[in-house]
């Protein structure tokens, strides 16, 4: 390697650090178990075709995807999409791990996110408090972030293959009694 192509390789670890850092202490995983959520922004972009959207992502998954029937006043959805895992990179998907993030937001900054998981892996959380969720037993928490994060009240649930998961935030904006609402149309 000549010196002109070490110094240009020097010139780009500094930048290949700050992004490494910047994924690491996101806080917020798509496709992960945490119940964490990003600082929402405070001017959401409602998606224009909802229902080709989700035609699309009905397509992705081998469950029926549920949307809710009952959202706070002002809430549209804003982004959906789907996390398919797999063994290894570049094999075969396991679609039998496939999920579903319905991402619903207002002008004010509030988020509510379903995730529709097609694995049954509803496990009650130790500081949960368990709540009916139609004729299902669900769990409810609620979470205190990191200082770049807002805090969360979640709710989970298994309705016979699937797992669902309604998180909202800030709790100012989403309490509890509007999350169950929302979980228990779904």
């Not at 240009?8 to 930048?15: A, D, E, K």
């Not at 996390?83 to 509030?110: Q, W």
């Not at 994060?149 to 649930?157: E, F, G, I, L, S």
Request: aromatic share 4%.
């Amino acid at each position: 390697m000549n010196e002109r192509q070490d110094r240009h390789r020097g010139s780009f670890v500094p930048l290949l650090v700050v992004l490494m850092l910047t994924l690491i202490t996101s806080g917020c995983r798509m496709n992960g178990r945490e119940n964490t959520m990003p600082t929402p922004s405070p001017t959401p972009t409602p998606i224009a075709d909802q229902a080709e959207v989700l035609r699309r992502v009905q397509g992705e998954v081998p469950f029926p995807v549920k949307e809710p029937a009952y959202l706070p006043p002002g809430y549209t959805l804003a982004d959906a999409g789907t996390t398919i895992p797999t063994s290894s990179p570049g094999l075969t998907p396991i679609i039998e791990e496939a999920e579903v993030h319905l991402k619903y937001t207002n002008h004010r900054g509030g988020m509510i996110v379903i995730t529709e998981t097609a694995l049954a892996l509803t496990v009650q959380q130790h500081d949960a408090t368990p709540v009916p969720i139609n004729s299902n037993n669900g769990w409810l928490e609620m979470s205190e972030m990191a200082p770049d994060t807002q805090a969360t009240v979640t709710v989970t649930w298994s309705e016979g293959s699937v797992t669902y998961r309604v998180s909202g935030s800030p709790p100012e904006q989403v309490n509890s009694d509007e999350l169950l609402k929302v979980a228990r149309s779904i």
